[in-house]
Structures are given as structure tokens and as C-alpha cells.
């Protein structure tokens, strides 16, 4: 792993220096933008003394192989995801009814940060991948999130079939998103006992093995003719359907 990552992104540079300024290794602004919000990045980076630096458009595109910065990128020091056994004493160390997101193989980063915005607003407490063949944290999925990375618990697995197991045994509910015969509609559910929602990839879904382990399979009414929605906007229906359940104010 790097020594260092790069976050760009107004709302992901604010998250990290909210809640994680000791990682940042230095600021890089762009040329001559002085509007409140990068205002508001520079004043909290120099009352804790951290190195700024002045780039124009070019020299930032460049440092970040995209032009989509906003105007902000921070050198970070980098924090690694939870693995198997961070994740098991993060559940048993909750004092509410879980409510997790297990994603099987989600490949594309965009869909990835959208679905941990999704998931920090709707309180989720932890989100789960595989750590082969399946997006991390990257840039790309922090600026995506608009900060949500910073604040949701993220887990990558190396068997997450054995992980849905030990959900299971914790007394976690594992629902998967599939459209099969056996499945029922995600609003005939309850979902207000501990709960893990389980969504596949892009493509392919969930795998078998992941499928075996789930208690029970939902799928999202469709109405249209298209068969299947983006997985993150299926992640947000899916985990507002369980907030609505459970009460909105839990």
C-alpha cells in the first residue's frame, strides 16, 4: 500500500479534516478561488497548521488524473478497511439492532460511493465487501460519497459467505436483493429485527454461494420495462424501506 492517497472534493476534503485532520499530510487549493467554501477548508487547515499549497487548473488536474476536484486535493495518510475480525467485534459491540450493507462484488467506484452516501443517510452501521474483485476506497469513491466515506464503518472480507454466516449466528437477518422466482416483494418484509440488506453487482448479481447464505430473498417491484435498477439506487430504496419500518427517528 502507498504511504499516501489523494482525497479531493469539497465535501470529501471537509469530511477528513473533520473527523481525521492528523492524516492529512498537506492541502493543495486551486488558483485563485476564493469562495466561502474553500475559505472555510483554508481557515481550518491553518488553524491546525497544515501545509497549503497554490496550484492553478492544469497543476491540479494533473496531480489528480482528473479534472473533477472542485478546486481542493488533500495528501492523506491512508487508512486501510476493516477485515474480518474488526468487523466481528464491531458488531458485537453494537448497542441497537444492526442495520448493514453487504455488497457482492461491486466493481464500478461510482456506484460504490454512491451507495455509502446512501448508507449514511440512512444510518447504516457498517458496509461490507469483498476484498477481491470488488472496489475500495479509492479517490474516485470519497469524492463520490461527498464525504460519507469518512464516516461509515467500510469492512472488506476475504470469504464473504463465511462473513453472512457469522452475521447469521450474531442473529443478523440476511436479506438478498434477487429477482427469482422464490423471492418476495422487499414490502412484504419485516425489517425491523437486526438486518443485513445483501445486493449483487453491477451485472451478474449475487453469486450463488452468497445466495445460500442469505435467510430469505426480496426484490424491488418494478413497474416499467427495464428489469433490474443501478445498484446503488436499489441500496437506497432497499435501506430507506427497513429506516421506514423501523421508525424514522430510531
Sequence with gaps: MSDHQL????????????RYPDRIL???????????????????????????????????????????????????????AGGEHELHDHVQSLTVPPLLLVLDGVTDPHNLGACLRSADAAGVHAVIAPRDRAAGLSAVVRKVSVGAA??????????????????????????????EDRAKSLYSMSLKEPLALVLGSE??????LTKERCDSLAFLPMQGQVESLNVSVAAGIALYEAVRQRGANQ
Design 26 to 80: 498537506e492541502l493543495f487549493v486551486l488558483e485563485g478561488r476564493t469562495d466561502a467554501r474553500i475559505n472555510r477548508i483554508t481557515q481550518s487547515a491553518s488553524q491546525m497548521g497544515l501545509a497549503m499549497h497554490v496550484r492553478n487548473r492544469a497543476q491540479l488536474d494533473k496531480l489528480c488524473t482528473e479534472p473533477h476536484h472542485q478546486g481542493v486535493v488533500a495528501r492523506v495518510r491512508p487508512v486501510e
Design 150 to 179: 469518512e464516516w461509515v464503518p467500510f469492512f472488506q472480507v476475504t470469504n464473504l459467505a463465511r462473513t453472512l454466516e457469522f452475521l447469521r449466528d450474531q442473529g443478523v437477518l440476511c436479506v438478498g436483493l434477487s429477482r
Design 7 to 18: 482525497i479531493y472534493g469539497l465535501h470529501a476534503v471537509e469530511a477528513v479534516l473533520e
Design 203 to 208: 451485472g451478474q448479481g449475487l453469486r450463488r
